[in-house]
T-cell receptor, first 111, second 113 residues
Framework: RKEVEQDPGPFNVPEGATVAFNCTYS??????FFWYRQDCRKEPKLLMS???SGNEDGRFTAQLNRASQYISLLIRDSKLSDSATYLC????????????FGTGTRLKVLA | ETGVTQTPRHLVMGMTNKKSLKCEQH?????MYWYKQSAKKPLELMFV???????ENNSVPSRFSPECPNSSHLFLHLHTLQPEDSALYLC????????????FGSGTRLTVV
């Protein structure tokens, strides 16, 4: 089983749609969770951290379910500029934080 | 200049060449990393340096040789690479014991011919 699993997509959605991605992780000792965004041929950039209570940043909402070991990202009112690959990242501490990346979910927002 | 800077952005090299990738961070971080990103694969951690000491080597072939002269600079020396080593090589930095995620450089796209 992969340490971090994501549906690779692509998710093709019309502008204005709401889209959700899930990610599952295998290490129950994982402590921190993030969503990164990666544009084509660019480096990953931190989109948001994911907190146990859930958190929101504008049109983006992240949720964590520790019991089921999955995290989710919800994007409301999709924009063309949201088209990218979204990477799920989990970390555990063992002297230093070690980050494990999923393969990413590709989103295409269509006009 | 701020952030994490990588050079060169693109590199084409033959299998018998020797080249080096450079990474510099201006964030005051004390941990630096090399990652490899191949098509349709997750980012693969290659090396970790904490306070310029190597703390992790993820079974990387010896044709990749890292060097960290100080907490701000990281190099990846390449020699006798194979075509399957063609990938995007990403440098990242972070603060040890702070869990705020990484800051990545823009990467070096390497093609081995």
């Amino acid at each position: 089983r992969k340490e971090v699993e994501q549906d690779p997509g692509p998710f093709n959605v019309p502008e204005g749609a709401t889209v959700a991605f899930n990610c599952t992780y295998s290490n129950s000792a994982s402590q921190s969770f993030f969503w990164y965004r990666q544009d084509c041929r660019k480096e990953p950039k931190l989109l948001m951290s994911v907190y146990s209570s859930g958190n929101e940043d504008g049109r983006f909402t992240a949720q964590l379910n520790r019991a089921s070991q999955y995290i989710s990202l919800l994007i409301r009112d999709s924009k063309l500029s949201d088209s990218a690959t979204y990477l799920c990242v989990v970390s555990a501490f063992g002297g230093t934080y070690k980050y494990i990346f999923g393969t990413g979910t590709r989103l295409k927002v269509l006009a | 200049e701020t952030g994490v800077t990588q050079t060169p952005r693109h590199l084409v090299m033959g299998m018998t060449n020797k080249k080096s990738l450079k990474c510099e961070q201006h964030l005051g971080h004390n941990a630096m990393y090399w990652y490899k990103q191949s098509a349709k694969k997750p980012l693969e951690l290659m090396f970790v340096y904490n306070f310029k000491e190597q703390t992790e080597n993820n079974s990387v072939p010896s044709r990749f040789s890292p060097e960290c002269p100080n907490s701000s600079h990281l190099f990846l020396h390449l020699h006798t690479l194979q075509p399957e080593d063609s990938a995007l090589y990403l440098c990242a930095s972070s603060q040890i014991k702070a869990n705020y995620g990484y800051t990545f450089g823009s990467g070096t796209r390497l093609t081995v011919v």
